[in-house]
T-cell receptor, first 116, second 115 residues
């Protein structure tokens, strides 16, 4: 069975600071993908970043980077230079890659609040 | 804009009724996923279709059903509605990423309120 755990219900940060959102996972699939999505108050789900389990380097997308530690089964999202518009709910998600028909499963999410 | 279109954006109905939620995937995407988001359960996977065929099933109730049509749009049918079915229902379509990863693009959701 697959499981995603996000232990931080809420995080508070000031503008221009960096913030790390935690995510740990559990899976028996040898090959899997890890994702982060952002959900602002408007409700839409916005894809941020993807990390494959066999990728040698940590993924980066602009101000977002994924701190992937395979042995610890963690996939933390790092947002550098926070902006007010980063205030949103953030979801970590995972999908096994070896089986057809496995869906993306999500953690419970972390609410990030960025203040000026 | 993700390119995934969901209608309607809001739906208010009564218990016992039946509703249909519609989703048009991004052009070229063959997979459609349905998710339910509620405060207590979080984001729950309901069902996936790939090119018209059911591919995977999650926590979908028997009162719910879905289908994907030849033009690849999908509909989620919810019947005998209960108060607890009130939630945000997302549709997502997918494209294969590098190394076999699959990036899901989500629609803006349909907010269902059952009164």
């Amino acid at each position: 069975a697959q499981k995603i755990t996000q232990t931080q219900p809420g995080m508070f940060v000031q503008e221009k600071e960096a913030v790390t959102l935690d995510c740990t996972y559990d899976t028996s699939d040898p090959s899997y993908g890890l994702f982060w999505y952002k959900q602002p108050s408007s409700g839409e789900m916005i894809f941020l970043i993807y990390q494959g389990s066999y990728d040698q380097q940590n993924a980066t997308e602009g101000r977002y980077s994924l701190n992937f530690q395979k042995a610890r089964k963690s996939a933390n999202l790092v947002i550098s230079a926070s902006q007010l518009g980063d205030s949103a709910m953030y979801f970590c998600a995972m999908r096994g890659l070896n089986q057809a028909g496995t869906a993306l499963i999500f953690g419970k999410g972390t609410t990030l609040s960025v203040s000026s | 804009d993700s390119g995934v279109t969901q209608t309607p954006k809001h739906l208010i109905t009564a218990t016992g009724q039946r509703v249909t939620l519609r989703c048009s995937p991004r052009s070229g995407d063959l997979s459609v996923y349905w998710y339910q988001q509620s405060l207590d359960q979080g984001l729950q996977f309901l069902i996936q279709y790939y090119n018209g065929e059911e591919r995977a099933k999650g926590n979908i109730l028997e009162r719910f059903s879905a289908q994907q049509f030849p033009d690849l749009h999908s509909e989620l049918n919810l019947s005998s509605l209960e108060l607890g079915d009130s939630a945000l229902y997302f549709c997502a379509s997918s494209v294969m990423n590098r190394a076999g990863g699959e990036k899901l693009f989500f629609g803006s959701g349909t907010q269902l309120s059952v009164l």
